[in-house]
């Protein structure tokens, strides 16, 4: 049984700080899908909890390699 990748921001695949690219990375999804249903369902709520809980995201995560 393989240990599952640990929640850290991407080197390789970012936009801004490698937050999503790195939740995708650990889950196996695909980023710009990530990516496309975060920006929907931050509008979808007026933007700010979304940017919040990117900014908490940006400052707890550490990045990968580091």
């Keep these: 049984m393989s240990t599952p990748r640990p929640f850290t921001r991407s080197r390789n695949d970012r936009m801004i700080a490698g937050v999503l690219g790195g939740i995708a990375q ?5 980023s710009t899908l990530l990516r496309a249903i975060f920006v929907i369902v931050s509008i979808a709520s007026a933007a700010f909890p979304g940017i919040l809980v990117y900014l908490i995201l940006w400052l707890l995560m550490p990045e990968e390699g580091a």
């Design 26 to 30: 650990r889950f196996g999804w695909n």
